[in-house]
């Protein structure tokens, strides 16, 4: 058993599709138009054939509690993997994204968190020191 595919719940598929691909710099591996909306799922360009992430429309009720309190409580949604924190940290930064915990580092694990003006908050982490 393999994980094929992981959901971040998003209030707007275009503007998250803009900020992942434009921002992030994730790939749009499927876009396809169903009767009853969109399914639009993303890949990294380092992993093209890896696991794909789903931006899901956060229709269903209780999508926006849920979101609320771990915004709230400062708790990521999901993290993705660097291989240099600091580097990405300040990359993103220049693209205009806004970040809600700069790097820190805790033992050998280095976290940084944003917001994907979508409604969620996202950790990226890596090893090594900010």
Known sequence: MRITH?????DDQQQALLFYTGKL??????DLHTGSGRRL?????QA????ELELAPSEHPAVGPFRAALVADGIPFMSF??????AEYERLVARGVRFVQPP?????????????????????????PA
């Open 48 to 51: 093209p054939e890896g696991v």
């Open 104 to 128: 820190t580092t805790t033992g050998t694990t280095t976290t940084a968190v944003l917001d994907d003006t979508c409604g969620n908050l996202i950790r990226i982490e890596g090893g090594g």
């Open 41 to 45: 799922t993303l890949v990294s360009p």
């Open 6 to 10: 992981t959901s971040v719940f998003v």
């Open 81 to 86: 993997a660097v291989r240099d924190v600091q």
């Open 25 to 30: 710099g994730f790939m749009v591996k499927h």
